[in-house]
């Protein structure tokens, strides 16, 4: 009974419209002395490439035998056109902390003119 099953690969998109990529129909033979025992078998599907960044979405399969339909929780995936960039923060950094040692040294030495113009 469960050794004849058919398998679907579809997305949902960001609207919600479900959309079907591929399937098809198994028959698997059941090895001597394995009857009546719980089996796994795993499939993969590759989606290569994406079209572009309307791609993006949550894939799922679903297998179905004659009365029985299971669904997998989903790989959500997301398309971008650039691909990804690494941010890089250390031009700011330095910029950023080269100004503030600037800011405190003026500071200071303003602060100790100041200082001693006052006391004379």
Known sequence: KYTKFSIFYYWINSLGQKTSIYSRSENVAIPSGKENKTATV???HRIMPLEN???TGTYY???RWND???MGKGVFVLARGTGYVETSYGWEILVTLTTLLAALSITATALL???RKASC
């Open 53 to 55: 960044t309307s791609s």
């Open 68 to 70: 029985i339909q299971k």
């Open 113 to 115: 003119l100041w200082k």
């Open 61 to 63: 399969c679903k297998v």
């Open 42 to 44: 795993s499939y993969d």
